[in-house]
Every structure is written in C-alpha cells, then in structure tokens.
C-alpha cells in the first residue's frame, strides 16, 4: 500500500498533471462510450479544423474572418456535393459490376491457370488440391461478393444516417468555424486558471496534428486525382474505384501501398495478360507510388512526426480497432499525442541519472 502511495504521489503531486490526467480520461470516457451517438458532431470538428487551414491563410491576406469562413465553407459543400452526387454512384456501379459481372469471369481464367499447375508441376501440386483449394476459394469470393454488396446498399446508405450526416455535418461545420473563437472561450472559461502543462502539450501536438491532418488529405486528394487520370488514359477497367483505393491507401504507411497494389495489378492482368499495356500500367503505378513517396509528401509535410515504425503499426492496430476508419486516419496525431503527454509527464530518475545530473553541475 504504501508503494502505491509513493508511487502517486511522485506523478500525481502536481495539480495540472491531475487535470491533464482527469482531462484525458474523461474526454477518451466520452468518446469510447458515446462516440457512435456524438458522431455527427465529432466528424464536424474534424471537418471545421481541416477547414481552419484555409480559413486562416484568407486571414493571414487581409481577410475578415467572416468572409473567409463563407468562402471556405462554400467550396466544402460544393466538394461534398461532387463526391455525394458524382464520385459515390460510379464508384457503387463499379462495385457492383466487378463483383456481379467481372469477379466470375476473373476466377475462371484465374482456375484455367491454377488447373495447369498440376501438368507442369506434377511432383509438387496434385489435382485433387487444386480442385480443394478452388472450391473453397470460390466458396469465400461468393460470401466477401454478398457481403460487399449487401454493405455497399444498407450499411452505407442507410437513408437515416444519410439524411441525419447531409443536414447536421455541414450545419455544425459552419457555426464551428463561424464561431470558433467564442467556443474556445466558453471553453477554456470552464477550465483551471493554471495549465501550463496541458497547454505544452497542445501546443506541440497542435503543431504536428494540424501539419500531418491537413497535408494527408491533400495528399489524398492528389494521389487519388493522379491515378484516376492515369488510369483513364490507359482505358483501365474501373479507374475511378481503383483510384480511390489507392488514394486512401496513403492513410495506412508501410501497408496501404502494399495492399492496394495487387488488385490494380490483378485487375491490369485480366484486362490485358503478360502485354505491354500491363507493364506500361505497372510502371506508371510504380511510379505514383514512387513520386508520392519522394516529392509529394516532403512538399506537404513541413514537420516531420518522429515516430518509430512499430510505434506508427502499433498505432494504427489500437486506434483502428476502437474507432476503425478515423481511429487509422487519426492513428498518427493520436500518437504523436501520447508521445507529448509522456514527455511532459514527470518521470522518477534512476540513480544513475541523478548522479549524471550531479556530476554536470559539479
């Protein structure tokens, strides 16, 4: 017991670490238990403070606040009524038609191929596996095909949560950004008058959340709008579903490119076989991936976020799971957050390290 005692109050003697620590769990408390119900109003702050980067470089060229929210405010909604009523039905259509029409067509010539295994690799593969393997890898195609479409109609365009986001999103969008100031104030008016820690770690995840959020979605938005163009010339069988997978792949670092290649890879092959088509398809996907890896995201990202690579999967696995897309796309400024937090929380120095101390000031 009185290790535990110590132990709390080492790290617990400071009010402001209280405060931050009560803050934090209250606010991780709200969201885990009534996230699914406050959703509309969450996704509208993240929209209003990927917006805030507009809004603010208009005010930084002699901009009222006023006019530069309208102005914003009103390319958001002519985006969203282009991705609603523009991208959304072609990318259902092509959904629908790979997965109706293409999909058998590909797992036939795909079993052609898997059938003739057996003559040319007798000694390693038998044709009893082969017809095994293929009966349960049709079997699992025709459930993922039900599943996809079956989600694709009642999940996604569920008419309530359609109507409820259309009418609720873009109204609380706007007074966030209209009034941001007065909500912050009411806010901090409810908070303790000293507060510097939490303030050092706002800041600094601020600095490094707003940087990577806003730069991800134009990094998005530019690769997505690059492939689709390159995948139209090429005349590629549903370029704009393959963009947009390509284009959200930039979410996930290390595995979203991986994943997303095989099937722009996979769907180029079937279209055209072992042609000239498929390798000029193929290189101008390398090249994409290359160009966005190498150009694109030094331009955008001005700030580099310092995590490691286990840090960053770990990350997306935690967060994913507890609040899937957002909780990937956020996965990175969440632990950046929790890198800040742990860097201004007290820590209890080893000997070794006091000793350390105590020989430099000597």
């Not at 699914?36 to 993240?46: N, Q, T």
């Not at 104030?185 to 409810?190: A, I, P, R």
């Not at 820690?197 to 959340?209: L, P, S």
């Amino acid at each position: 017991m009185r290790v535990l005692t110590d132990w709390f109050r080492r790290y617990f003697s400071d009010p402001q670490v209280v405060f931050l620590a009560v803050f934090l769990l209250v606010g991780f408390a709200i969201v885990l238990t009534m996230g699914r119900m406050l959703a509309p109003v969450l996704a509208s702050i993240v929209i209003a403070y990927l917006l805030e980067g507009l809004v603010s470089f208009l005010q930084r060229h002699g901009w009222p606040r006023l006019p530069s929210v309208l102005v914003v405010y009103s390319l958001f909604i002519l985006f969203v009524g282009l991705f609603l009523f523009g991208v959304m039905p072609l990318v259902s259509r092509q959904v629908t038609d790979l997965v109706q029409q293409q999909l058998p067509v590909m797992i036939s010539k795909g079993q052609q191929e898997v059938m003739a295994l057996p003559e040319r690799y007798p000694d390693v593969v038998s044709t009893e596996q082969i017809e095994v393997m293929i009966g349960t890898i049709r079997t699992e195609i025709a459930n993922f095909g039900q599943q996809v479409v079956s989600w694709s109609f009642a999940s996604v365009v569920s008419i309530i949560t359609l109507l409820i986001y259309i009418i609720l999103v873009p109204l609380l969008v706007f007074f966030f950004l209209k009034d941001r100031d007065l909500i912050i104030g009411w806010f901090k008016g409810y908070l303790p008058e000293y507060r510097k820690i939490a303030g050092t770690v706002w800041r600094d995840v601020d600095r490094q959340i707003s940087n990577y959020v806003r730069g991800k979605f134009w990094e998005i938005l530019v690769v997505w709008a690059v492939s689709y163009v390159t995948f139209s010339a090429f005349r590629l069988n549903y370029a704009m579903l393959l963009s947009m997978l390509v284009g959200l792949s930039v979410i996930v670092p290390y595995i979203g490119a991986s994943v997303v290649t095989l099937p722009v890879l996979l769907i180029a092959w079937f279209q055209w076989g072992w042609s000239s088509q498929f390798a000029w398809l193929s290189g101008a996907y390398f090249l994409i991936q290359a160009l966005d890896g190498n150009v694109l995201v030094p331009l955008l990202f001005s700030e580099v976020v310092n995590l490691h690579p286990i840090a960053i999967i770990v990350a997306i696995l935690v967060f994913g799971g507890l609040w899937g897309f957002w909780g990937v796309f956020f996965a990175i400024p969440l632990a950046t957050l929790v890198r800040a937090i742990l860097s201004v929380w007290p820590r209890h120095e080893t000997p070794a390290q006091l000793t350390s101390k105590t020989g430099s000031l000597g």
